[in-house]
Nanobody, 122 residues
């Protein structure tokens, strides 16, 4: 079982910066992609950024050029560096990790953190 713990959320003014951290622990073997999602009030959870084990990344169009996802494989950690923050970035941000599960029903299983609140004031 993989446990994910996010940290770094808080209140920031529009135009400011904030970095979120996610640390994985427990059974961390064969973790593949790690990602950040967010869910704003009244909205569905959406992918913000994803990074593969080899360092390839992709971003939601709304955050391209402003956010950067980084990972440290040795430490089983991922970070979301957020800049030029806007009020519409206000959301609960969740860390996610995909782990390959071997066996009769081999598949990826996604594990989630509990989330950290980011509030951007106007």
């Amino acid at each position: 079982q993989v446990q994910l713990v996010e940290s770094g959320g808080g209140l920031v003014q529009a135009g400011g910066s904030l970095t979120l951290s996610c640390a994985a622990s427990g059974s961390t073997y064969m973790i593949d992609d790690m990602a950040w999602y967010r869910q704003a009030p009244g909205k569905q959870r959406e992918l913000v950024a994803r990074v593969t084990s080899s360092g390839n990344t992709n971003y939601a169009d709304s955050v391209k050029g402003r956010f950067t996802i980084v990972r440290n494989n040795a430490r089983h950690a991922t970070y979301l560096q957020m800049g030029s923050l806007r009020p519409e970035d206000t959301a609960v941000y969740y860390c996610a990790a995909d782990q390959w599960r071997s066996g009769v029903s081999s598949r990826y299983e996604t594990f989630w953190g509990k989330g950290t609140q980011v509030t951007v004031s106007s």
